[in-house]
């Protein structure tokens, strides 16, 4: 399959470096493809520069968002929640009919690590992306975890959950077919409905932040436990 996937930072990475392994064809969008390469230092966290990333994975290629999307069937979106519509605007009528796998979150750090969501509570990013480039078929999915575990979820003991929203049923069943080749069950994969559905799971994110501070690492998920039945 031809996957782009739109943003170079951390997520963009993960996923684009899994669906690589996965022997998917990889092409990485970004704004400036050359002003990104230019780049030679490591950023802020200590990870590589895209240029020395990109040498360690000779199938994955770095363009701009319009070219990048050409081939695609399938788009990763892991820009900032603040950047996606423009992102996706620079990509062009190329972008139409297809399905975009949105991992993003609306997150306004404007108040510095106690953030807000920007939409929220009556909207999401989900539902914006969708609503502005209505030929796109937005999936909402991922974006409840840490990168590593989006594409590898046996790093946590036991079962635990992905969730998925999207107005497009054909859609939806791509993109469950991309989750269990990362390795999620079946039965982990909770399908909660449409779009709008996107909402909650955004809303995760500020308790999810908060969860980090307390436990000091990433490393864990939500696990939706049922009541079992007679």
Not at 76 to 96: D, H, K, Q, Y
Not at 169 to 177: D, N, P
């Amino acid at each position: 399959m031809n996957v782009a996937v739109f943003g170079t930072g951390v997520v963009g990475r993960t996923i684009a470096a899994q669906l690589s392994g996965l022997g998917h064809r990889v092409t990485m969008g970004t704004r400036n493809p050359e002003k990104t390469l230019a780049k030679k230092e490591p950023d802020r966290s200590g990870n590589p520069s895209m240029q020395e990333w990109l040498s360690q994975y000779n199938g994955i290629q770095l363009k701009d968002y319009a070219k990048s999307v050409t081939d695609a069937e399938v788009v990763f979106n892991c820009t900032l929640g603040s950047a996606s519509v423009e992102a996706l605007r620079l990509a062009g009528p190329s972008i139409n009919g297809k399905i975009l796998v949105d991992v993003a979150n609306p997150l306004d750090f404007a108040n510095g690590m106690t953030p807000t969501l920007s939409p929220g509570n009556t909207d999401s990013l989900g539902e914006l992306l969708q609503r502005t480039f209505p030929e796109v078929r937005v999936v909402k999915t991922l974006n409840t975890m840490t990168a590593a575990i989006m594409v590898n979820p046996s790093l946590i003991d036991g079962d635990h959950n992905v969730f998925i929203s999207g107005n497009d049923a054909s859609a939806k069943g791509t993109v469950k077919e991309l989750l269990r080749s990362f390795g999620w069950k079946e039965q982990t994969i909770l399908d909660l409905g449409d779009i709008t559905t996107a909402r909650g799971t955004e809303q995760l994110l500020p308790i999810w932040l908060r969860l980090w501070g307390k436990l000091q690492t990433p490393y864990f998920n939500f696990n939706i436990v049922r009541k079992a039945t007679s």
